[in-house]
């Protein structure tokens, strides 16, 4: 019998995570899985469970939370040799890796995605000595977004995110970025640079329309210290997905990419809080299998 192992945080999409267990038991248990329950009761829990899953040969990892507890389950892949296959259930507040999949946001439904038979083989980040599912952020408003507390996530959802950005916009502070990029180098003053796998971020699903999941490459954004009037039309380019044609943004695809600064930067990975610069990022191509829904 193939074993199956559900990861789940418990505090997850307004404390309803546990309800589901059952039922994610019951839809692998009739695809022939002997099923393993983990829960987090702490950081890093979800990475220890996942290495375990790698040491012990399982079949299938399914995250069941936000894309803090993905990040984590994702992390104990690094470096292991054997890979079980993924299935994500998004109960989170951006939920970007699972939209890029189009895997249901409606967790009952992307329970029942579990005994698709169709699998996605998809690009991984490096960050580090670190992996990411999704986007790493660098700059003073992706520092305050990890401070986003989990009441605020729960009862804003993704406007908790836009509450927190919308202060910093008040009084954005620029930091001097050093971007070097297979070969060349950008540098000047950022409000913000983002390093993305897939479309959507933040809950955006159309940020970068020509992103694949499975194109071996970062997009990179470096947003320049805006004015006001400038923010606004700039977020009328991320809702019709010209950012990167925004005449205040430089864009630029590649395999690998490090960044610095003389200053103190912070960073944000998978929408929690990430290493203070310098960084160096990489795309592991087609790395992991994650199921997806049924082609009709």
């Not at 104990?76 to 993924?86: F, M, N, W």
């Not at 005994?115 to 580090?128: C, E, Y």
């Amino acid at each position: 019998m193939r074993q199956a192992m559900i990861i789940i945080n418990p505090s997850s999409g307004k404390e309803e995570a546990s309800q589901y267990v059952r039922y994610a038991t019951r839809v692998l248990s009739d695809k022939d899985y002997s099923v393993t329950i983990k829960e987090t009761a702490k950081e890093l829990d979800a990475t220890r469970y996942s290495i375990a899953a790698c040491e012990e040969g399982y079949d299938l990892v399914v995250s069941i939370g936000g894309d803090g507890t993905l990040h984590e389950t994702i992390n104990g892949l690094i470096d292991q040799e054997h890979h079980p296959k993924l299935g994500v259930v998004p109960l989170g507040t951006a939920n970007d890796f699972a939209r890029a999949l189009q895997i249901p946001l409606n967790p009952e439904i992307a329970i029942q995605t579990l005994a698709s038979s169709n699998l996605k083989t998809v690009d991984i980040g490096r960050l580090n000595d670190r992996l990411f599912g999704n986007v790493v952020a660098v700059g003073s408003i992706a520092g305050a977004l990890s401070s986003v507390s989990s009441e605020d996530k729960t009862k804003l959802g993704s406007l908790a995110y836009l509450k927190e950005g919308l202060k910093q916009l008040t009084s954005p502070t620029a930091h001097p970025l050093i971007i070097h990029h297979d070969g060349q180098m950008w540098q000047g003053d950022s409000l913000l640079f983002l390093a993305v796998l897939t479309n959507s971020v933040g809950g955006f699903e159309n940020l970068i329309p020509d992103a694949a999941v499975d194109d071996g490459l970062l997009h990179c954004f470096i947003i320049l210290d805006l004015s006001i009037f400038n923010t606004i039309t700039a977020s009328i380019s991320l809702l019709l997905g010209t950012l990167k044609d925004h005449k205040d943004v430089v864009y630029f695809t590649a395999h690998n990419v490090s960044v610095s600064s003389p200053e103190t930067v912070r960073t944000n990975v998978d929408g929690e809080e990430g290493p203070t610069l310098p960084i160096t990022l990489s795309v592991l191509p087609r790395h992991i299998q994650v199921i997806v829904p049924e082609v009709d």
